[in-house]
């Protein structure tokens, strides 16, 4: 895995075979992954994610969604310590972040983590665009039925973006 030395700090994930497996399938094609909590979606997530920008540097942004405040943020923090990109390319938006100042911050962002109700808001406003997001991970993916937020930004993602990948994760079959 010579290409996540680029990206990851060392010795901040060692990847497990199984996960090495995943992230396989995951780079090359759209993924849900079903794993039980503790056994690392999220380092499979980065993982995929330092493959993704690898390969689309330039203008690579990374879209990482959870379904409350608390779990963006947990991400947000442990991303900081697995990635080398300064933490001023990490971006966390709920709803406590005003949605002008968003606007700015989405430009600076490499890595944006957000509830989905924030990003379907700015999305429908045309405050983000997911043009350069080249990976597009979705927490509690089992969340993803009827009128649930993840759904339309599903499709839009699918709409506007150059480079499509999609990794859903859950813990729940």
Do not use: C
Not at 71 to 83: N, T
Not at 113 to 119: D, L, N, R
């Amino acid at each position: 895995m010579a290409f996540a030395k680029s990206f990851i700090k060392e010795g901040s994930i060692e990847p497990r075979l199984y996960q090495e497996t995943i992230l396989d399938t995951a780079v090359n094609k759209n993924t849900l992954v079903v794993l039980p909590t503790g056994l690392g979606k999220t380092v499979i997530a980065a993982l995929v994610a330092a493959k993704r920008l690898e390969l689309n540097m330039v203008e690579g942004k990374i879209l990482f969604l959870a379904p409350t405040k608390p779990l963006v943020e947990q991400h947000a923090s442990s991303w900081k310590d697995i990635f080398k990109f300064p933490k001023e390319e990490f971006k966390v938006f709920t709803g406590l972040v005003s949605p002008q100042k968003r606007i700015s911050e989405y430009d600076e962002a490499r890595f944006i983590f957000a509830t989905p109700q924030v990003i379907q808001n700015d999305v429908l406003a045309n405050r983000f665009s997911m043009e350069h997001v080249v990976l597009l991970i979705v927490d509690e993916a089992h969340r993803t039925t009827g009128e649930y937020p993840y759904e339309f930004i599903a499709r839009k993602y699918f709409e506007q973006a150059n480079e499509k990948r999609l990794l859903a994760l859950t813990a729940s079959p």
